[in-house]
Each structure stands twice: as C-alpha cells, then as structure tokens.
C-alpha cells in the first residue's frame, strides 16, 4: 500500500545489544520513555543475539533527538547507542 509507505516512521534508537534479553536489558531504565521500547531477536551467524530498539520516528533528525534526551535522562551512555534504520518499525 503506498500510502502505508508515505507515513513510514522508519527510524529508531538502538539503545542495547547482547546475546541473551537478560544481558539487553540489566540495568536499562526505560520507565517514564514516551516512545515503544521493543526487544528483538535476530540471527547472527546463526547464533540469536537480541536487541532493544526505542521508538519508531519519521525522520533521522527526530530519532537522533529521542537518542540524546535518552542519554541526558542517563538511559544510555553519553557515547552509547545509535539511531538506525528500522523499516518495520511500528508507532503505536
């Protein structure tokens, strides 16, 4: 649907990587986050590894905005994390 793809929110903050969801998450803060906070896995060289992604924005600048005021509120590192691209991405 073209449409669907014209109101894409297609960006997103990785804020956690690891090899099990206990190893993502210890010590994340994400309580008060306006934006959905979701846990997924993937295959990596055949092996799962796990990834916690916040928020679904329209444009770059948005996530790269979310991305800082998480590491001001001390979610993440000052130099951790990174906006990525996220085609699935979903805005609740």
Partial sequence: ??????????????????????SVTEGLDLAGVSAAAALTAILYGGTPWYRM????????????????ALRRRGVVGGSSGQVVLAPYALRL
């Fill in 1 to 22: 649907n073209p449409a669907d793809s014209a109101s894409a929110a297609g960006w997103a903050a990785l804020v956690g990587a690891g090899n099990t969801p206990q």
């Fill in 53 to 68: 992604v916040v928020g679904a924005y329209p444009s770059r600048r948005q996530a790269d905005s979310a991305l800082a």
